[in-house]
């Protein structure tokens, strides 16, 4: 019983310690250290391709869900950020894939899958340019088929505001 409090209180004033250190020490370092390599991949993006996939399940098309209206909505926003939508295949492509998966076991549940991911050229050494998923964010959620447009779209709203948040990050703390 004794080691274990003692054991407790190590662990407790490690902790203690390590947040001083990072609360002290974590001035020091730059903005642009903290930022994430995924993030910083976005700093230099100006133009974009756009591709939403959405599958055509029985559960998507009952809720009216459609990859033209998310288009819409999210060709608004990335322009109102500032990027600009081009169908130039030699630019970086932007894609959102969104599906669903019922189980006849669950007769009022859907589960459903939000993938983005940003494909672009990378340099490697020893290989060259190669096209690469440089940015990617996932959101997985489970409705009612009564609340599944609300939860998918709600879901869409937040990843969209989630990239252009990131873009604007990675052009504030990695641009000179």
Do not use: C
């Amino acid at each position: 019983m004794r080691k274990s409090i003692s054991t407790l209180f190590l662990v407790v004033g490690a902790a203690f310690f390590g947040g001083a250190v990072v609360a002290v020490a974590g001035p020091i370092f730059s903005e642009a250290a903290r930022v994430e390599d995924n993030v910083k991949s976005l700093a230099r993006l100006q133009q974009i391709d756009f591709v939403i996939e959405v599958d055509s399940s029985e559960a998507f098309k009952a809720a009216g869900i459609s990859g033209a209206a998310i288009r819409r909505k999210w060709k608004r926003r990335l322009k109102d950020a500032g990027l600009v939508v081009t169908s130039d295949p030699q630019k970086p492509v932007l894609a959102l894939l969104v599906s669903s998966i019922t189980d006849p076991a669950v007769r009022n549940g859907v589960a459903f899958d939000l993938y983005l991911a940003l494909v672009q050229k990378a340099r490697v050494d020893q290989i060259g340019e190669l096209w690469v998923q440089t940015y990617v964010e996932v959101r997985l959620g489970l409705e009612t088929k009564q609340k599944l447009r609300q939860s998918v779209e709600e879901s869409v709203d937040e990843m969209i505001g989630i990239f252009v948040d990131h873009w604007q990050e990675s052009r504030r703390d990695t641009l000179p």
